[in-house]
């Protein structure tokens, strides 16, 4: 597994349609949520706001987004087109990102870190 500094040299690792696809996300998410920082974390481009906030990835057939376990429980009905596990959601590379579902899962979780109070 790569070792990735920056968002930017995560995201210049993929093929040039997975670029643009998680380039596109990247701006979705800074727009949502314009206060929350981004760094690497667990080898993949993470927004973090009062703690870690939601993480993507790239693969070769599918985006990856990481709201973690709770957001994808009581999304459940919403996801259920889409492939999950535990704390994850696989969207199909080759079809357009559900960004109205993706700033729900998104505001859901701004709310409940929010709710966890102030982290250094």
Known sequence: ME???TVDEYISSFPEETQKILQQLREDLQQM?????QKIGYGIPTFTLNGNLIHFAGYKSHIGLYPGSK???VFADQL???HTSKGTV???IDKPLPMDLIKELVDFCVVENLAKGKKN
């Open 33 to 37: 949520v314009p206060e929350a920082k």
């Open 3 to 5: 070792k990735y500094t």
């Open 90 to 92: 696989q969207f199909p």
């Open 71 to 73: 957001a994808i429980e």
């Open 80 to 82: 259920k087109g889409y």
